[in-house]
Nanobody
Framework: QVQLVESGGGLVQAGGSLRLSCAAS????????MGWFRQAPGKEREFVAA????????EYADSVKGRFTISRVNAKNTVYLQMNSLKPEDTAVYYC?????????????????WGQGTQVTVSS
């Protein structure tokens, strides 16, 4: 089992940057594929980015490609989401999620573990 805690959210102006972190408990972090999702007010939660358990493979939603970068440091039990060139439409609660096993997973139904979320607000 793994517990996830996100941090790094906040208020930023359009065009700015933020880096989200997700710290995982447990000693088998490298056995989990990880993902970031977001939920804006009045909208369903959507996929943002995913990374394989080794960190060798990544996948992004079209809306964030070229602006966001997902990475992980298994020795620190942490996954990151670097967000650049932020837009007001990126405003949402951002969640990290863990899937036990290999793969690059965009389907949120495949994730068994979720953090509590961190708020990102981008002002215009």
């Amino acid at each position: 089992q793994v517990q996830l805690v996100e941090s790094g959210g906040g208020l930023v102006q359009a065009g700015g940057s933020l880096r989200l972190s997700c710290a995982a408990s447990g000693r088998t972090f490298s056995a989990y594929a990880m993902g970031w999702f977001r939920q804006a007010p009045g909208k369903e939660r959507e996929f943002v980015a995913a990374i394989s358990w080794s960190g060798d493979s990544t996948e992004y939603a079209d809306s964030v490609k070229g602006r966001f970068t997902i990475s992980r440091v298994n020795a620190k039990n942490t996954v990151y989401l670097q967000m650049n060139s932020l837009k007001p439409e990126d405003t949402a609660v951002y969640y990290c999620a863990a899937h036990y096993g290999p793969g690059l997973i965009a389907d949120q139904n495949e994730y068994g573990y979720w953090g509590q979320g961190t708020q990102v607000t981008v002002s215009s």
